[in-house]
């Protein structure tokens, strides 16, 4: 596995983890649709929501950067190596083809 994808995995249970601890230890809370209050599990911990808060920012911008790495490899396998690997991610396909 390339280090984009290692990166692209953590981040989809990195992001979303350090994003809930940030509002809920922040004491923001989440509320969906206007209509339901999240019950606060954590407590208002002013510590563990800036560690969360800067987590969750770095870790976007980790996710940014491994994005465009995985686009730029796409593209030079597409364009350039000609292997078909855009074929391959795609759904109903494969590995070995
Ligand atoms: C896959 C899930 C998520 C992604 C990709 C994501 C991505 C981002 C990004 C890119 C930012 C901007 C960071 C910056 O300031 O540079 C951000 C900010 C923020 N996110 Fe998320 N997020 C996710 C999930 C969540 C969740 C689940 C929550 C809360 C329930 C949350 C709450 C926030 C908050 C409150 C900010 C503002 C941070 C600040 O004070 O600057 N996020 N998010």
Known sequence: MHRAE????????VMP???YLYV???GYGVNLFGAVELSNPIGERESL????KWTHI??????LLALA???GLVLRHQLILKD???HRML???RADR
Request: glycine share 18%; charged share 5%; net charge positive.
């Open 24 to 26: 809920m230890a922040g």
């Open 17 to 19: 983890i350090s994003g």
């Open 49 to 52: 929501a800036i560690v969360a």
């Open 69 to 71: 790495g995985h686009v």
């Open 84 to 86: 078909g690997l855009l």
């Open 6 to 13: 290692q990166v692209l995995y953590a981040a989809m249970f």
């Open 91 to 93: 759904p109903g396909r």
């Open 58 to 63: 770095l870790s976007g911008y980790a996710l």
